[in-house]
């Protein structure tokens, strides 16, 4: 997996994103490494957590991207999750608890109880 953005790209999300300084970083961060997704994704986990060996050819980013593939569509998912809510539309804790998942999952500062 090799995914790239252009520097016009780049550049259109840092005039959206100026006002958050995270962003600004990862995107400098792009911008160093030509816009390649991958090796910007590697060198702000390493810069946060230090440098990890993930076995011989494995890629940090599709570790990551196929633990979340299988959050959201596997048996225990949140796509799972969703269809057992739509069995039984009553069912209010299993509805507080998809939102739970997607909450954890995204990092998203909702409150299901609101």
């Known amino acids: ?4 953005l252009t520097s016009t790209e780049i550049q259109a999300n840092q005039q959206l994103l100026r006002d958050n300084e995270s962003a600004q970083k990862a995107l400098s961060i792009l911008t160093q490494n ?3 997704l991958e090796a910007s994704f590697d060198e702000l986990w390493q810069e946060k957590f230090g440098r ?3 076995g011989k050819g494995k890629s940090l980013l599709q570790l990551t ?3 979340i593939r299988a959050e959201i569509c596997g048996k225990e998912g949140i796509t799972s999750q969703f269809k057992e809510y739509t069995k039984n539309p ?6 507080t608890g998809l939102i739970v998942s997607l909450c954890t999952l995204t990092a998203l500062p909702i409150d299901p109880a609101n």
């Open 34 to 36: 030509n816009g390649d």
């Open 90 to 95: 009553g069912s209010a804790p299993l509805l």
């Open 1 to 4: 997996m090799n995914t790239q």
């Open 65 to 67: 991207l196929n633990e």
């Open 52 to 54: 990890q060996d993930y």
